[in-house]
């Protein structure tokens, strides 16, 4: 029964849409712009870097409160609790990230979920966290594609944490996880493979950007 509250916890707070709301507050809606997605780097190309700044640390803020709250609760744990028991945290990430994908109340056309990952890794294990973060990092700094970045992270994290020793439901769960971020990113997939995927630039705006 556990599994089943913290998702829904998870949901309620996922389902806030940092990017939409603050593209509302520049008087557009986000998804009708660039990528046509809510998330960071769409709001980082249509409105610059400050939104996106934002945007960025909201989405992760609201998967790491929806891991603390489920933790509390249940008596869970993570890198910022003495207990190793990381299970409710997880379940309402994972929660958290479906409401960040598919809010109900925007007809389930949300972000990727890729903000709310990393805070969920890092509230699962610093460790895996730290080398996964610094993966993504020199990825998009060699090559300056957000969506590289973020696949090679979801599939790493699953990895990490399966070498760190965590239990099955875990790693199975992140990987679920990991799946469905590069379903989401299938066109990027596409995009990166032809060779046509944009390239991340802070502060750049374009408003007539098509992916």
Same mark, same amino acid.
């Given at each position: 029964?556990?599994?089943?509250?913290?998702?829904?916890?998870?949901?309620? $707070?996922?389902?806030?849409?940092?990017?939409?709301?603050?593209?509302?507050?520049?008087?557009?809606?986000?998804?009708?712009?660039?990528?046509?997605?809510?998330?960071?780097?769409?709001?980082?190309?249509?409105?610059?870097?400050?939104?996106?700044?934002?945007?960025?640390?909201?989405?992760?803020?609201?998967?790491?409160?929806?891991?603390?709250?489920? @933790?509390?609760?249940?008596?869970?744990?993570?890198?910022?609790?003495?207990?190793?028991?990381?299970?409710?945290?997880?379940?309402?990430?994972?929660? /958290?990230?479906?409401?960040?994908?598919?809010?109900?109340?925007?007809?389930?056309?949300?972000?990727?979920?890729?903000?709310?990952?990393?805070?969920?890794?890092?509230? $699962?294990?610093?460790?895996?966290?730290?080398?996964?973060?610094?993966?993504?990092?020199?990825?998009?700094?060699?090559?300056?594609?957000?969506?590289?970045?973020?696949?090679?992270? @979801?599939?790493?994290?699953?990895?990490?944490?399966?070498?760190?020793?965590?239990?099955?439901?875990?790693?199975?769960?992140?990987?679920?996880?990991?799946? $469905? /971020?590069?379903?989401?990113?299938?066109?990027?997939?596409?995009?990166?493979?032809?060779? @046509?995927?944009?390239?991340?630039?802070?502060?750049?705006?374009?408003?007539?950007?098509?992916?």
């Amino acid at each position: 029964m556990y599994r089943l509250i913290a998702v829904l916890i998870g949901y309620a $707070l996922g389902m806030i849409q940092t990017g939409y709301f603050v593209g509302k507050i520049y008087g557009i809606d986000i998804r009708q712009h660039g990528s046509k997605n809510a998330g960071m780097t769409n709001v980082n190309r249509v409105l610059g870097v400050s939104p996106a700044a934002v945007v960025f640390v909201v989405d992760i803020l609201k998967a790491v409160a929806a891991f603390i709250i489920a @933790t509390l609760i249940f008596s869970g744990g993570g890198s910022f609790f003495a207990s190793d028991y990381v299970l409710p945290g997880l379940w309402a990430g994972m929660g /958290a990230i479906l409401g960040h994908d598919f809010p109900f109340y925007m007809k389930f056309k949300g972000g990727k979920g890729i903000s709310c990952t990393l805070g969920i890794i890092l509230m $699962l294990d610093w460790r895996a966290a730290l080398i996964a973060y610094a993966v993504g990092f020199v990825l998009v700094l060699v090559f300056r594609y957000i969506s590289l970045a973020s696949l090679a992270i @979801t599939l790493l994290a699953p990895v990490l944490l399966w070498l760190f020793g965590y239990e099955l439901e875990v790693v199975a769960i992140v990987a679920g996880l990991g799946a $469905l /971020a590069w379903f989401l990113h299938r066109a990027n997939i596409q995009r990166l493979l032809s060779g @046509t995927e944009n390239r991340f630039s802070l502060g750049k705006k374009n408003k007539g950007m098509s992916r």
